[in-house]
């Protein structure tokens, strides 16, 4: 339980340090992103600096300011991360102006202020079409979703709430020139709260439904959306039940407009919200099958056409869309036949159908069409009200939505437009009055001097308008009940006749000369409190009638669809007197709506739209400063400055700015007011630009709230560098008592557990010393417990170190490591093994031509090895294929030996056998013979089969004596020759000829044939130098150096 409130007292610190800093930034910030209330602002009766303030606003994408409690919301046309639940969050339960301007601020200050009095609020949403009305109720309602009470119960009513929504836009919003998603109609939605805040009921008024737009939309409009959703959205097995194509363009009254597909607007989707919608609300099946039938039935209605007979009568030339209307109506075909042909007149007592011409059945049949849809929409809003009926009986409080159309200035402005206008006219009055009834309240309540506030009144407007005989709703009632001929022309004239002097009212008859330029004849203009406006009275009197025959009621009580039926209920008075005119009804639901909103305490959501083509980014100064003129936003701004700009409760304006005053800083220990008034005097406030009222400090001038702000800034610096070197001491001292308390603990255990693994080593130490030393005094004994471990130390040991110096060659196999006693045999192995092992892998990496070149000198160890002094230095010396290139040869040679194949060619020198002379030759081995060559001349061939041996010295020389078995005189004798390559010649000349045993090798002197019969002697003997000489006996002598045996 501790932990979780140290969290929370945690959580409720960082979101007290968030608001501070929010608010510090939005007072900081107002230079780059213009003032976030306008009552701040000095040039305040400007309208220029008022524009210019929502536009700086309005490019950093801050869409909100206030002016006082009023928020200002200007339409960004895109989407922007301000509406996340996270934003929720930060608004929910603080003060109004802590954070920057938010729709949510508002709603939550509303919420809060309704369960603190126990009071009841309405929000205001007002601005034209496309300024975003609907969006801000929506995220008011998506507010109180969140941030209400929860319960399964409290959850269902806020589904419904929420889920209202998208019904109500299908059936009462519609494509506009301005607004892809503009409300035909005013809606008043009542939230009702429990003691606990939570959301418990609801209910919806609705006002002014554009009856007309179902029978006839302007080009670039469109009819309601549910028709397009059912259309376009609909299964296709309730299309088939409803007899509907799905192609809108075959529906008359949906393509008047010309623009069936809107690409903002996705019709199929939306057709699927407002069925789950219905469900949540909990209409039945039947309900939704016969609402479906009706909005069908209507769509049949508009493609019926007549034609004239021969005595110019209507009549009927389309059965197919009678007989869908016929089903879907559940009326006899023939009585809704009659119904739309014929008028019913009573004389006497005698009733008589007259026939309508064909205008007079089109206008019927568009009459028929605007009742029942009109009074289905009633229908609708009163299922909704019983689905949000709040079952608690117990008290309650509420917050009202009004979402109502805004002020309208068209090219061409008729009926709807001087109705809305009117409204807002209404509301205006009402918006000055609830203002300055407010703001005179808290002058009181805080006990300061209210003075009053010079202001535009518009009660003069109202009065002509709605004044009882004389204002122009009176005329206009008068001329529609009056008998004989009335026109719209009439209606004017009267209306000049009978206000024609009236300041605020000018028609084309009235004007003077230069006015009269702007006014058609059927044309007249009112003054309002937002500018001019120019009406049409083309329509009036048809709008304001809005007639709907007798019998075609009467046809509708037939009807077997139950809504149909309580629409049309049998027990509605069917008086011969005419029903109320629709301006009439109009001003009876105002007078209904300003009692309701007169009880409750009021809010305003003041939207804008900041240019025609809603595009993001892009703001139109001339449209703008026509909004801000007739929403009144520079009216309620000079009601909110007549007096003092800016007013904080003690508390909050002492918590700001103590740090300026010395006295008050850190901590003022008196009340807050005597903080404030101790504060205000250090800072130097003049007596007449400020008020100490009871909780609060009203100050008159924006400027002397900032200059306070910029000191404050300035000094808030100073503190922060003050506190943040504090902190920083304290926060390092604080370290640094505990790293050296932590690594004093630290230190202490790694102390004594280093002692500890010291203590187990020595031990163990001792114990294998003592092992070891019995091992080493019992080594040469039987393997027994003492010695085992020592001799298997020194196995690993004698293993370890021959596996560091096993001999790399296999010439190296004498340098194995002497073992001890105990591993001579295993030693002995393992050097077979290993040396088994390196001759196995030495000779597994032996290429073809190395071992080729080995077995040669394999044979030439077995010729001379041990005989000869030289060998040894001839190992290390590879042979070579040959030591003469075929291109060395001489050609002619070439080509007589060629046939014999050449096997060795090498480089010689022969001593002559007289004289002893050296000659420079090449010795050439064929598979047949040797030759000795000189340069084109082949000197001597000898046969193999004539070789008798080869002889050589012991010493070091490099001669060999060839014996050659002469049968006569004419044979050369033995060849005595000198080769460098001595023991690889000899080597290839016994592979060719395949006889080993003929090379001899001698000592002293070796006796070679001159010549048959006649002999010579080479004598071999070692010397300090190499030398070969006659010597005085007539032999060769060759004598050569010692060289050192190996």
Known sequence: MAHMALEEKESLEVRCNQILRNMEASLTARDRVGIQDFVLLDAYTSESAVLDNLRKRFHENLIYTYIGTLLVSVNPYKDLDIFSSKQMDTYMGVNFFELPPHIYALADNVFRTMQSEFNNHFILISGESGAGKTEASKKILQFYAVSCPSTRLLNNIRDRLLLSNPVLEAFGNAKTLKNDNSSRFGKYM??????????????????????????????????????????????????????????CKNYRYLVQGDCAKVSSINDKSEWRTVKKALSVIEFSKSDIEHLFGIIASVLHLGNIEFEADAQGYAFLNSNQEMHWVSKLLGIPNQVLQQGLTHRKIEAKAEEVFSPFSVEHAVYARDALAKAIYGRTFTWLVNKINESLANQDTSRNTVIGLLDIYGFEVFNVNSFEQFCINYCNEKLQQLFIQLTLKSEQEEYEMEGIEWEPVPYFNNKIICDLVEEKFRGIISLLDEECLRPGEATDLTFLEKIEEKIGGHPHFVTHKLADQKTRKTLERGDFRLLHYAGEVTYCVVGFLDKNNDLLYRNGKEVMRQSKNAIIKHCFPSSEPDSKKRPETVITQFKSSLVGLTDILMSKEPWYVRCIKPNESKQPGNFDDVLVRHQVKYLGLMEHLRVRRAGFAYRRKYEIFLQRYKPLCPDTWPNWRGTAAEGVQRLIKHLGYKSDEYKMGRTKIFIRHPRTLFTTEDAFQVCKHKLATRIQAKYKGYRVKGDFLKQKEAATRIETCWRGLMARKEREKRAWAVKVIKKFIKGFMTRYQPACIDNSEYLAYVRQNYLTRLSDNLPKTVLDKDSWLTPPPIMQEASQILKKVYIRHMVRKYIRGLTPQRKTQLLLKVQTSSLFRGKKENYPSSVGRPFADTRICSEDINIKVLQMIQPEQIKYSVPVVKYDRNGFRPRPRQLIFTHKAAYLVKEAKIRQRIDYSFFKGVSVSNLSDNFFILHVRCEDLKQKGDLVLQCDFLFEALTKLSVITNKQNYINVVQGSVRFDIQPGREGFVDFKSGQESAVYRAKNGHLMVESTRTKSR
């Open 190 to 247: 009542d939230i009702q709260f429990d003691h606990q805040g939570g959301a418990v009921g609801g209910h919806i008024l609705s006002y002014l439904l554009e009856k007309s737009r179902v029978v006839h939309q302007n080009h670039g409009e469109r009819n309601f959306h549910i028709f397009y959703q059912l259309v376009e959205g609909g299964e296709e097995e309730l299309l088939r039940w409803l007899g509907l194509e799905r192609n």
